[in-house]
């Protein structure tokens, strides 16, 4: 655009100036992108964040009655939570577990908030109980089944609300969901249970 004008002598006058500072700003940018995108690059190969593994090491069920679709019953899981990372540990401001079958949740319980260093690997218990729960013809029916082969596929949640801190810095609390599925309890408690891998996708 910036040729000589049709006329000869005259040249059309230059319009580089708004060009040269568009261009240095979107320099200016790309360059800030890029280099936003090295620290993050740099800081995530610093700490290398590793998923954190939980697993039901223990699972019991007694005191299993369910009459007129109402459920009582008193189970017993042993959880096992490792933190494989160097360099961030957590905060466990609380996690709650809750017992589900079918969708419907037919049991609850809570533990203590806890502090997890890197690498460590922390056991806790809980014991979550159902009184008198009213269940739907449905999952009474189907857990009825499920009694009278001794064993129950449940699902398990862990949710979880954490802080992590990577040296001194200590991010802003988040929530967090495991599933842990499925959950083989036995009704006869002499049976072994099977550990049990949980994971963020249901
Ligand atoms: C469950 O336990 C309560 C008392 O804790 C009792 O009143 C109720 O009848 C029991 N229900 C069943 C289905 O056993
Ligand atoms: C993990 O941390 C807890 C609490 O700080 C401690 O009691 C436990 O011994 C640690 N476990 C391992 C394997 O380091």
New binding site residues.
């Given amino acids: 655009m910036a040729r000589p004008g049709p006329r000869g002598g005259q040249p059309i006058p230059p319009r580089q100036r708004p060009r040269l500072l568009l261009r240095c700003i979107v320099f200016s940018i790309l360059s800030i992108i890029i280099l936003v995108g090295l620290a993050l690059l740099i800081a995530w190969l610093a700490v290398r964040p590793q998923r954190l593994v939980y697993t039901v090491e223990e699972g019991k069920v007694h005191g299993f009655d369910l009459q007129n679709n109402h459920l009582n019953a008193s189970f017993d899981f042993v959880f096992e939570s490792y933190n494989p990372n160097r360099k961030v540990s957590l905060y466990y401001d609380s996690i709650a577990v809750l017992v589900t079958y079918h969708d419907q949740t037919i049991a609850f319980d809570s533990i203590e908030p ?4 890197r690498y ?3 056991k806790f218990g809980v014991k979550p109980m159902a009184r008198s729960v009213p269940l739907s013809g449905k999952v009474s029916k189907d857990l009825k089944h499920e009694q009278s082969y001794g064993e129950m596929d449940l699902e398990v949640q862990l949710k979880a609300r954490i802080r992590f801190k990577i040296g001194i810095w200590k991010s802003s609390r988040s929530t967090l969901t495991n599933f842990c599925n499925p959950v083989k309890v036995h009704l006869d408690s002499s049976k072994a249970f099977k550990r049990t891998y949980c994971g963020t996708h249901s």
């Fill in positions: 806890f502090y997890q260093r460590n690997v922390t």
